[in-house]
């Protein structure tokens, strides 16, 4: 339950959760200019957090196709795959599985770098006016990625841990290298291919903060050799999976095509369309709060002054999220007036007694 309505309830005290420290560093690294949650140095997250859940998934690969995304490096251009996701209310996005395929024989420890990016829908971050070289932009992710939620490995943004999965599996089709512009981009795809289905967890430091909004998912993996292919998901989204009536299928584009973004489904291969597979972990933003601002006390120790001070505190960081158009100034309102009537804060009779 969370803060909003748990307050309104009841006037207990709001349960205190551990607040996470990497948070108050994100402020710096994505130039929020908000310094009052610098000043708000906060406890070591322990191994578990109970505001942490997967709230998006497009479900397991379905062994239809593979398609390529890593970035650029010696004699190889950068290739993106990138399929979409929804968020109903603002999230702060604190990690994210993906599952693909390794080449045959390779270890894990070729896996040398991830870098995720977020996308907005077309138009958005787009040029509008431009001549494209495809068949359509729309339903495409945006010309480019929105620059505060990209992380990577190679500037510790990003931590990832890889899995195997299954030393053994194939898809029935893939899209590598068949990347072309119109009129040329039907290529009926590459072909099957067997690998290693791995699945790769990556941890964002700092967590990754959105409005509600249609979003694309791309993420890249380098390798010291061979190509890593992420692979497809059902479409539609089948349990356990979160399906989404605006479900959109993936794209993929590589150096020679960008900006531009072709269908891997309905441009490509003539099959599909499809997901990938992939999901989302995080918390609301109301949870965030709680995580920033607890009951028990102020973050960095001791207990509250007063409930003035509390709530004066709760209005402060409602502001910082209002500011980062992450929730309106209506549920900043609801918020504040919440806390208001809780007992965060307050001295019990005999404590009062006691000081005076």
């Known amino acids: ?108 420890s070729f896996i040398n770098n991830v870098e995720i990016e977020i996308y907005h829908v077309f138009p958005v971050d787009s040029d509008t006016v431009r001549t494209i070289t495809v068949p359509t932009r729309v339903n495409s992710p945006a010309d480019d990625e929105i620059d505060s939620a990209t992380r990577d490995s190679s500037n510790n943004s990003l931590s990832f841990t890889p899995t195997l999965v299954k030393p053994v599996f194939s898809v029935l089709n893939s899209v590598v290298d068949g990347i072309h512009p119109s009129p040329n981009q039907f290529t009926d795809g590459e072909g099957p291919v067997t690998g290693e289905e791995v699945s790769i967890t990556v941890t964002f430091d700092p967590p990754i903060a959105l409005p509600a909004d249609h979003y694309f998912f791309r993420p890249e993996v380098g390798l010291s050799s061979g190509n890593f292919l992420w692979l497809s998901a059902p479409k539609p989204i089948v349990a356990p999976g979160t399906p989404f009536a605006t479900d959109l299928q ?71 999220f209002v500011n980062q158009g992450l929730i309106s100034g209506q549920q900043k309102g609801q918020i504040v007036s919440a806390v208001a009537r809780s007992s965060c804060g307050k001295k019990s009779k005999n404590q009062s007694k006691k000081h005076h």
Request: aromatic share 8%; glycine share 8%.
């Open 250 to 320: 993936s794209w993929i584009r590589n150096d020679n095509l960008a900006p531009d973004w072709l269908r891997i489904g309905t441009d490509i291969t003539g099959t599909g369309p499809f997901n990938a597979s992939f999901s989302l972990s995080g918390e609301t933003i109301e949870q965030r709060i709680e995580e920033l601002v607890p009951c028990s006390g102020p973050a960095s120790g001791g207990t509250w002054k007063n409930h003035g001070q509390y709530v004066s505190t709760i209005a402060h960081v409602s502001q910082m």
């Open 1 to 108: 339950m969370n803060l909003l309505i748990r307050s309104q309830k009841n006037n207990n005290s709001v349960t205190s959760h551990r607040a996470d420290a990497r948070l108050l560093r994100a402020v710096a690294k994505l130039a929020f200019g908000l310094t009052l949650i610098a000043s708000l140095p906060l406890a070591p997250r322990a191994s578990a957090d109970s505001f942490f859940s997967t709230f998006f998934s497009t479900g397991d690969p379905d062994g239809k196709i593979g398609t390529l995304s890593r970035p650029a490096s010696a004699g190889l251009v950068e290739t993106e795959t990138a399929d979409d996701f929804i968020l109903t209310q603002s999230m702060v996005i604190n990690s994210a599985t993906f599952t693909g395929l390794l080449p045959t024989g390779a270890s894990l």
